[in-house]
T-cell receptor, first 109, second 111 residues
Framework: GIQVEQSPPDLILQEGANSTLRCNFS?????LQWFHQNPWGQLINLFY???GTKQNGRLSATTVATERYSLLYISSSQTTDSGVYFC???????????FGKGTTLSVSS | SAVISQKPSRDICQRGTSLTIQCQVD?????MFWYRQQPGQSLTLIAT?????????ESGFVIDKFPISRPNLTFSTLTVSNMSPEDSSIYLC????????FGPGTRLTVT
């Protein structure tokens, strides 16, 4: 099956810093999504991005499908950005997502 | 988009008992997925539930332990049977409507 690798596994930032999270996947995919899991366990959809670039406020994401990777950029980080960021891919349309192990982000004031 | 609710949001259960988790979606969907997230881990797919057919289970998960019902296109239940402390996890349901959407999860603690 498709393998999803995320890096770094852990990231510690001061408030206001920028960061880049990476997701590599081992095969072509139909879909790629980024999620933020808050400290209460809720998964929040950040981006649906099988290819191209999208931006939403301080967050943006780029997926280069031909090279099998995606990047999540967080600018001017805030303490509320803390949590776990997951990358997940869908191999075939309508199938379940395969999750990476996540990047745990801690932002301190 | 999809709005998904789960009940209960959390529970503490005794070992050897069973808990049924409900998942309700505000749209009709063909497939629903059930995931487990053990403490400090990523999400793992338990099974895919299609309306009108038996659920399809992933390797390592069996119907006797995790029976699933899918009575209509907006509802599903997952039962965690004969629980042990190793079943302490967050259980999430999800649906596909273009992209995939997740419910808020059920946090289960087994003592």
């Amino acid at each position: 099956g498709i393998q999803v690798e995320q890096s770094p596994p852990d990231l510690i930032l001061q408030e206001g810093a920028n960061s880049t999270l990476r997701c590599n996947f081992s095969d072509s995919v139909n879909n790629l999504q980024w999620f933020h899991q808050n400290p209460w366990g809720q998964l929040i959809n950040l981006f649906y991005i099988p290819s191209g670039t999208k931006q939403n406020g301080r967050l943006s994401a780029t997926t280069v499908a031909t090279e099998r990777y995606s990047l999540l950029y967080i600018s001017s980080s805030q303490t509320t950005d803390s949590g776990v960021y997951f990358c997940a891919v869908e191999g075939q349309a309508g199938t379940a997502l395969i999750f990476g192990k996540g990047t745990t982000l801690s932002v301190s004031s | 988009s999809a709005v998904i609710s789960q009940k209960p949001s959390r529970d503490i259960c005794q070992r050897g008992t069973s808990l049924t988790i409900q998942c309700q979606v505000d749209s009709q969907v063909t497939m629903m997925f059930w995931y487990r997230q053990q403490p400090g881990q990523s999400l793992t797919l338990i099974a895919t539930a299609n309306q009108g057919s038996e659920a399809t289970y992933e390797s390592g998960f069996v119907i006797d332990k995790f029976p699933i019902s899918r009575p209509n296109l907006t509802f599903s239940t997952l039962t965690v049977s004969n629980m042990s402390p190793e079943d302490s996890s967050i259980y999430l349901c999800s649906v596909v409507l273009g992209q995939q959407y997740f419910g808020p999860g059920t946090r289960l603690t087994v003592t």
